[in-house]
């Protein structure tokens, strides 16, 4: 089993920055993409960023260059820049993770989510 551990969330003023983490922990022989995606009040989940283990990065047309996804994989921990921010960020923003186990088998696993929230 693996498990996702957010923080970072928070309230911020327009304009502002806060930065998430996404720590992945349990048992698994690896960890391929892991991406960060939201969920507004009354919306579907979209997907923010992704990260693929050999660092190719893809964001939604939405970040429009204020966000940065990073990994450290020596920490499995994948992080969320995010600058600029909006009022319409406002969201819960969930990590996501897909782990090959030790069965060789990959899985998907979610993080419990941490609120973003930013006033004008």
């Known amino acids: 089993q693996v498990q996702l551990a957010e923080s970072g969330g928070g309230l911020v003023q327009a304009g502002g920055s806060l930065r998430l983490s996404c720590a992945a922990s349990g048992s698994f022989r690896s960890i391929n993409t892991m991406a960060w995606y939201r969920q507004a009040s009354g919306k579907q989940r979209e997907l923010v960023a992704r990260m693929t283990s050999g660092g190719t990065t893809n964001y939604a047309d939405f970040v429009q260059g204020r966000f940065t996804i990073s990994r450290d994989n020596a920490k499995n921990t994948v992080y969320l820049q995010m600058n600029s921010l909006k009022v319409e960020d406002t969201a819960v923003y969930y990590c996501?993770?897909?782990?090959?186990?030790?069965?060789?088998?990959?899985?998907?696993?979610w993080g419990q989510g941490t609120q973003v929230t930013v006033s004008s």
């Open positions: 996501f993770a897909v782990c090959t186990g030790v069965s060789g088998y990959s899985y998907q696993y």
